[in-house]
């Protein structure tokens, strides 16, 4: 069993920051990349930022300049740090990494709510 657990979501007035956090715990033996998706209801699921096992950083065109995305290996944790926050940015943000138990399996997070509002 493979969890990713989210946290760091929450209400931010356009122009501020925050940062997600997503840690993978259970039977683990290695993660290749890990990123994070969002969703607004109605519309699917949306690509906003993955970072690979060598660290290298692949971002929406929407988030690229303002959002930045980091993975701590030791904790089996990847970070996003957002700035510069947008209405548009509203969303239930969804942790993914693709990780290697028994076989490669994706795995998702609970997801976490960012609300960009005045």
């Known amino acids: 069993q493979v969890q990713l657990v989210e946290s760091g979501g929450g209400l931010v007035q356009p122009g501020g920051s925050l940062r997600l956090a997503c840690a993978a715990a259970?039977?683990?033996?290695?993660?290749?990349?890990m990123g994070w998706y969002r969703q607004t209801p109605g519309n699917q699921r949306e690509f906003v930022a993955l970072?690979?096992?060598?660290?290298?950083?692949k971002y929406d065109e929407r988030v690229k300049g303002r959002f930045t995305i980091s993975r701590d290996h030791s904790k089996n944790t990847v970070y996003l740090q957002m700035n510069g926050l947008k209405p548009e940015d509203t969303a239930v943000y969804f942790c993914?990494?693709?990780?290697?138990?028994?076989?490669?399996?994706?795995?998702w997070g609970q997801g976490t709510q960012v609300t960009v509002s005045p």
């Open positions: 259970g039977s683990i033996v290695s993660i290749n990349e």
């Open positions: 993914h990494a693709f990780v290697y138990s028994d076989m490669w399996r994706d795995h």
């Open positions: 970072v690979s096992t060598g660290g290298i950083p």
